[in-house]
């Protein structure tokens, strides 16, 4: 079949960005229709669910302990529904009791109650309950017999993924940093899908007619989720026209510019490699801070090797920029593996610096990365969540020996440590002492400091500002280098006021840096 000519659909926006790739379509309902062999032997029916209920649980206990920290809550929310659906006891004791009583499949059965559900349940809130149920039992019907249209284990990098629905677990069971898009023919603003592709940054558009282009002969995509269009095979020119500014035309959209003083620099937040393409923009002074918990969207504790390979290729794009790697700051709400024997979120728990401490052999695996890595860029090594000069004192004892056993002078990495709990911002002045910067982690310091889960940085509270002057005086009276990380610079306001308070390096998400 030819390739045809760019064409241009509109589509709604369910999460923003710009994405590139080829193609992949999904037939999201086969894997209802596609097992049809009746049942013969009840036992080992009943027993085939109750395996695949149990596989199904583990899976999402899994994926649970896989996701970072800002995607922590709504994807949380989301996995722990799906928990329940697969203990639900009425819908386990229907499902059991059907195959006792009628002559079909599981695959039947499951699908005969969800139409049923469907049906009944007409209230916009509880559809999304529908979808997750949906959801949960096609993953128990991929565990009962492993689907072959489960196309999505193979894609290829930079894939656009279009289905009639998409749903969540569509997102987290794969690798998402292959993922450019989502398109879907119906997908509302609030379904669970489209806010865990907003959380991940994925763009996302819906509204579009699958039928009529799934007979198009399609090379390559752009999914513009800024402007709400799906444009097909683009010409070389708009092709090049995306490439070449996507994050300007996303800000000059939603934004008014700010225009900095000449000394100040804004630095990027990296939360996910997939941010990693777009640094090499010259405005950009260089990585503020890596959250090395990113490297945990693998299902284990990421190895020295695969570290090393990572930290090194940041090290060399960014050339002289400096580059702020931040140690694993594991525990409370990134409670990954487990680190902390507890399911539960506890903000008080043990956490950054002192987890690392009671962790040696992963900080020591992943100081020696940073070290190695150090060779080749001009490295900030930044110490997470400290409560106290000891945790310093400790974590830079460690990294001496290290650097005497690999033989690396300590010349080629600077230490700092995060000001980001109210303890830390009160002794500032001692810590400064025992570091060769600082970096201001808005998110925590605020939360801490208000005790409060739901802070708006816009206000830019009397008391957060009370904090700052504190550590600025320290910082500028020791004349060592401050980062602040946070997205309240976005705010005209708050940006002037903090530049007046002395404030000269800003870290902000990739999307924010476009502001400037
Ligand atoms: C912060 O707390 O502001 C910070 C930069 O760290 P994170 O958001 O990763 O906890
Ligand atoms: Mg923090």
């Known amino acids: 079949m030819p390739i045809t000519d760019e064409i241009v659909l509109p589509a709604q926006i369910l999460s923003q960005g710009i994405g590139f790739g080829k193609p992949i379509f999904l037939n999201s309902q086969n894997i209802f229709e596609e097992n049809t062999y ?38 949380f929310d989301i996995l722990n529904t799906h928990l329940e659906i697969l203990s639900d006891p009425v819908i386990l004791s229907e499902v059991v009791n059907r195959i006792k009583k009628e ?73 998402s940093s292959k993922i450019s898009a989502f398109i879907s023919v119906m997908t509302s603003y609030g379904s669970h899908a489209a806010i865990i592709a907003r959380s991940k940054n994925i763009p996302f558009v819906s509204n579009i007619d699958i039928e009529k282009i799934k007979n198009i002969n399609m090379q390559d995509m752009i999914v513009d989720a800024e402007k709400g269009k799906v444009i097909i095979n683009p010409t070389k020119k708009t092709y090049e026209k995306y490439k070449r500014a996507p994050a300007l035309i996303e800000s000059s959209q939603t934004k008014e510019k700010i225009k900095l003083q000449k000394d100040v620099n804004i630095f990027v937040n990296i939360s996910s490699l997939k941010e990693l393409d777009d ?131 300590t010349s080629t990495i600077k230490i700092g440590s995060m000001i980001e709990t109210p303890v830390a911002a009160l002794m500032v002045d001692e810590i400064v002492k025992e570091v060769d910067f600082l970096s201001i982690g808005t998110n925590d310091l605020s939360r801490y ?65 476009q502001l400037f």
């Open 38 to 75: 009746l049942k013969k032997d009840i036992d080992q029916e009943i027993l085939k669910f109750k395996k695949a209920i149990k596989k199904s649980k583990k899976e999402i206990l899994e994926i649970k302990k896989s996701f970072a920290n800002d995607e922590l809550k709504i994807t």
């Open 103 to 175: 002559n079909k499949s599981i695959h039947k059965i499951l699908k005969n109650l969800l139409d049923e559900y469907k049906n009944k349940i007409k209230d916009p809130f509880f559809k999304e309950k529908v979808t997750d149920i949906s959801d949960v039992f096609k993953r128990v019907l991929k565990n009962i017999k492993p689907s072959n249209t489960d196309f999505l284990k193979r894609v290829e990098k930079k894939s656009i993924i279009i289905s009639d629905e998409i749903i969540p677990s569509d997102i987290f069971d794969r690798d």
């Open 279 to 409: 640094i090499n923009d010259k405005k950009i002074s260089g990585i503020g801070l890596l959250r090395t918990e990113l490297l945990f969207f693998k299902k284990q504790i990421p190895s020295q090797k695969e570290q090393l390979d990572v930290y090194t290729k940041i090290a060399k794009k960014l050339k002289n920029r400096p580059f702020v790697i931040r140690l694993f700051d594991l525990g409370a709400d990134k409670n990954f593996y487990n680190i902390i024997q507890s399911n539960k979120t506890c903000f008080f728990s043990t956490r950054g610096a002192a987890l690392l401490l009671k962790n040696q052999k992963i900080l020591k695996d992943q100081v020696i990365a940073i070290l190695k890595a150090s060779l080749f860029g001009n490295i900030y090594l930044l110490i997470p969540f400290v409560k106290d000069i000891d945790e310093i004192i400790e974590i830079k004892k460690i990294i001496k020996s290290l650097q005497e056993d690999l033989k690396i002078p």
């Open 449 to 513: 400091t208000f005790a409060s889960n739901k802070i708006s940085l816009k206000d830019f509270h009397p008391a957060l500002q009370k904090l700052f002057v504190m550590i600025l005086k320290a910082a500028n009276d020791s004349k060592k280098p401050t980062f602040l990380c946070g997205e309240m610079i976005a705010d005209k306001k708050i940006m002037e006021k903090l530049y007046s308070l002395g404030m000269k390096n800003f870290s902000v998400s990739l999307k924010n840096a």
